[in-house]
Every structure is written in C-alpha cells, then in structure tokens.
C-alpha cells in the first residue's frame, strides 16, 4: 500500500513486520490494510468468469477440429486456453491498471477509485488504462495455455 512505500522511504530502520503494521495503522487506520482489495475481488471475479466461459465458447467452436487426426488435441486446447486468455486479459487490464495504481500510489494521489479512474484517463486517455498490456500478454497466454 502507500503507507509501506511511506514507511519505506522514512528510514526508520523498522525491525520487523509489526512495527510496520503499527505504522500503517496509525497513518490510515484499517482501511490502509485493504485498499485497493475491492478492486481485486472484482478482477479476479470477471476475470475467472470471463476465462472459463472463453474457454467453453471456444471448446465448442473447435470442436471440428478434433475430427482430424492431423491435429493434435493437445495443440487445439492450448490454443482454446491461450485465446480466452487474451481476450480476458484485453477486458480485466483496466480494473488491474487501477488497483495497481490505488495500492501503489494510494492517499498521496488518489482518494478513492472514482478519483484514480478519471485521474489515470486525464492524464493518458483510454491507452493509459492498457500500459504494461505487451507484457501481460507475454506472460499470461502461454501460461494459461500449459
């Protein structure tokens, strides 16, 4: 959160992980232990559902395929998974982009998602919302395709 980055750049020479914790308590109270946590849920919520029901739609638009011995299933499934997982990461980016952003940055930029939102757009339009997608994808397709 940025009450951890806060305490980082103090200097304090903290020993360990309570007196950290003390720390982020007393500058945001509780709500410092879970910002940005509804952006996750909602992430992780779109995000599976999104993957999975990608995954069937494309079971069922490849399933042809698996008629010809010519092509292994193995190479049908991978791409099944790697494609819903591409159009997945295309829709969920955005709510990471945020989340990332509200955590990182936190009450130094941002008082609340709304904010983070329309600040991340007047700043970068619609492309800031998709920066670090390149790598995403890099990492996430062939991963889910495995």
């Given at each position: 959160?940025?009450?951890?980055?806060?305490?980082?750049?103090?200097?304090?020479?903290?020993?360990?992980?309570?007196?950290?914790?003390?720390?982020?308590?007393?500058?945001?109270?509780?709500?410092?232990?879970?910002?940005?946590?509804?952006?996750?849920?909602?992430?992780?919520?779109?995000?599976?559902?999104?993957?999975?029901?990608?995954?069937?739609?494309t079971?069922?638009?490849?399933?042809?395929?698996?008629?010809?011995?010519?092509?292994?299933?193995?190479?049908?499934?991978?791409?099944?998974?790697?494609?819903?997982?591409?159009?997945?990461?295309?829709?969920?980016?955005?709510?990471?982009?945020?989340?990332?952003?509200?955590?990182?940055?936190?009450?130094n930029?941002?008082?609340?998602?709304?904010?983070?939102?329309?600040?991340?757009?007047?700043?970068?339009?619609?492309?800031?919302?998709?920066?670090?997608?390149?790598?995403?994808?890099?990492r996430?397709?062939?991963?889910?395709?495995?």
């Amino acid at each position: 959160t940025s009450s951890i980055m806060t305490i980082k750049n103090m200097n304090n020479g903290f020993s360990g992980m309570y007196q950290v914790m003390k720390e982020i308590f007393k500058m945001e109270g509780y709500k410092g232990f879970f910002r940005g946590s509804l952006l996750g849920i909602g992430k992780s919520t779109i995000g599976a559902g999104l993957f999975f029901t990608g995954l069937e739609n494309t079971h069922m638009q490849t399933k042809e395929l698996r008629k010809f011995k010519y092509v292994p299933s193995a190479v049908i499934d991978f791409y099944n998974a790697s494609f819903s997982k591409a159009i997945t990461a295309l829709v969920v980016n955005p709510i990471t982009m945020v989340k990332t952003r509200f955590e990182c940055v936190g009450n130094n930029e941002y008082k609340n998602i709304r904010e983070a939102v329309s600040t991340i757009y007047a700043r970068d339009g619609l492309k800031g919302f998709y920066k670090g997608m390149f790598t995403t994808l890099l990492r996430d397709v062939p991963w889910s395709g495995v």
